[in-house]
């Protein structure tokens, strides 16, 4: 990435107005390791890291991400993440990344193959978007996101502590991306939310209901389309049912 202008705001409001410049354009630098790839166009960047935005804050049964915390914060920080949630964050990445790759930095960046957002996706988190001031579920935001991004900034995104995680996958190694993973949240209500990962241009919602009854199937179907260079879509439907059903027995007998 060639950078055409460089800016470290120290205030929110002085981001969002870099940021809503109509040229020229110009983009949110967090760890910078998707930016700072060779071959992106040349844009204008609006360094994160002096902002007020790396906070981990519990509320009651939700747990608050500040948009810069890095993914290795998570893992450090928080002792009650979910155990699964952090077996997909050291999926997601090596030590060295986690360092820098930041949790909105990953979900903007992410592909279909990311476990971090497959794993987030099933827990139904949202992101607060500035500067409207509001809330979308990752659900909504994922397959829209240079839309819904465009001159704006994540502040934070937000998961329930009181859901638990399963995470399963199957990769060509255990440190490779996933050819298939599953991951899926179970609420006290017996709610049961499963996503999907490994294919395409973002993590797929396969299930969300109360009838667990329906969770394998839906998964299958939800690959039914689901081939590429790496897997056919018999075998990623096959695969997405055999980890669903694992996801849904670790969570019913735990
Ligand atoms: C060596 C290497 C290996 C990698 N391997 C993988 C891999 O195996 N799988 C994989 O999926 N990825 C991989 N990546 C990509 C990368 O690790 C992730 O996409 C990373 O998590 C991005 O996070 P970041 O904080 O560095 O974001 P950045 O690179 O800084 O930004 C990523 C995107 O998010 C936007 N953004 C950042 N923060 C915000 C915000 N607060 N609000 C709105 N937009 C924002 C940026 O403008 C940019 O478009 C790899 C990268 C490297 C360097």
């Given at each position: 990435m060639k950078a055409i202008e460089y800016h470290r705001p120290t205030q929110i409001d002085e981001a969002l107005a870099l940021l809503g410049r109509a040229t020229p354009l110009t983009m949110p630098l967090a760890g910078g390791t998707w930016l700072n790839q060779p071959g992106m166009e040349p844009v204008a960047v609006v360094d994160l890291q002096a902002l007020p935005l790396n906070q981990l804050q519990r509320q009651g049964q939700l747990l608050q991400m500040g948009a810069t915390c890095t993914l290795q914060s998570l893992l450090d920080a928080i002792p009650d993440v979910p155990d699964d949630l952090r077996k997909a964050i050291r999926h997601e990445a090596s030590y060295n990344l986690r360092q820098a790759a930041t949790i909105a930095g990953t979900l903007v960046a992410a592909?279909?193959?990311?476990?971090?957002?497959?794993?987030?996706?099933?827990?139904?988190?949202?992101?607060?978007?500035?500067?409207?001031?509001?809330?979308?579920?990752?659900?909504?935001?994922?397959?829209?996101?240079?839309?819904?991004?465009?001159?704006?900034?994540?502040?934070?995104?937000?998961?329930?502590?009181?859901?638990?995680?399963a995470y399963e996958y199957v990769a060509r190694t255990p440190a490779d991306q996933p050819i298939v993973c599953v991951a899926a949240a179970m609420w006290p209500s017996g709610r049961v939310r499963l996503a999907l990962g490994g294919f395409?241009?973002?993590?797929?919602?396969?299930?969300?209901?109360?009838?667990?009854?329906?969770?394998?199937?839906?998964?299958?179907?939800a690959y039914s389309q689901a081939g590429d260079d790496w897997a056919t879509a018999p075998y990623r439907q096959e695969m997405a049912g055999v980890l669903a059903r694992r996801c849904l027995e670790k969570l019913q007998t735990s």
């Open positions: 592909g279909g193959r990311s476990p971090f957002t497959t794993a987030l996706l099933a827990m139904d988190a949202s992101a607060h978007i500035l500067p409207e001031d509001q809330d979308i579920s990752l659900g909504d935001l994922l397959p829209l996101r240079s839309e819904h991004l465009s001159g704006r900034l994540i502040s934070r995104v937000t998961i329930p502590l009181n859901a638990r995680l395409g241009s973002t993590p797929l919602l396969a299930f969300d209901g109360s009838e667990p009854a329906g969770v394998e199937i839906a998964a299958q179907s």
